[in-house]
């Protein structure tokens, strides 16, 4: 379902005033210089972006050693949420190693509620939710759909999946695992589940996150194969009586944050 938050309308009514229904081909210096913004690309050190505010006019600076350009532009995209929500608000320098976009996780609690809805604008923005709906439509959830909406929306498979959970489109279960720890997790409403507390643990020893893991973060699937088989227990706890199911994992490693993004869902 579509879920209008501030963010969301923030971002649905600058693309209404724009007159486009998304922005996913259009560049994105382009697009910041018809909002007035001075859009810059040097080496930021740690950090991935950050907007300074000028007397007449704001300056976004991007970090130029981002590798991937969908990374690019979702850190442009969160920082015109910033210019749009936050004009008199101390922001912090912003940093999406792990893209901390659900509330309660560690960055959320010390940046405060700006980076969520900067977060949910630049979500928006870059994937409006009718199309990305439409796009959805009939569909079950596969690794193969979720790489097929990420080169529809320009956006990266971790942004793209975090999207599909934010709108609840299929009943999954997304948890984040960071040097070896397991550090959050959320599902969707409709995921009836009793999801282990496994918080600041290690994953699983049954879990395709283990396994990654135990192969240093490089790939080990190729698209068809992604979506491996394990039993409901790896993840869940299962209720007396209750049968243990299979259910799939599909597991995203990124070998510089030492993270693994792991969704889980039944069939």
Known sequence: MIKNNKSSIVAQQLLSDCGMDEITDIPLDLFTAGLDIILIEED???????????????????????QFPERKR??????????????????????FGTFNIIAGTEKYLRNGQQELEANEFASELLMPSKLFMQETERKKFTPTLIKQLSQRFKTSLTATIFRYLQLDLYPICVVLTENEKVKFWKKSDELKVWVKDITKLNPPSDSVAHEYIQNDYNYLYSLDQKAQQISKSVWFELMENEDNTVFYEYCIP????????????ED
């Open 44 to 66: 930021t050190g740690n950090c991935d972006g950050k907007i300074v505010f000028g007397a007449n006019k704001a300056i976004i600076k991007v970090n130029s050693k981002i």
């Open 74 to 95: 979702f850190v442009i995209a969160h920082e015109i949420g910033h210019f749009l929500m936050h004009k008199n608000l101390t922001l912090p320098e912003d940093t």
């Open 254 to 265: 990124t070998k510089r944050y030492r993270t693994i993004l792991s969704v889980v869902w």
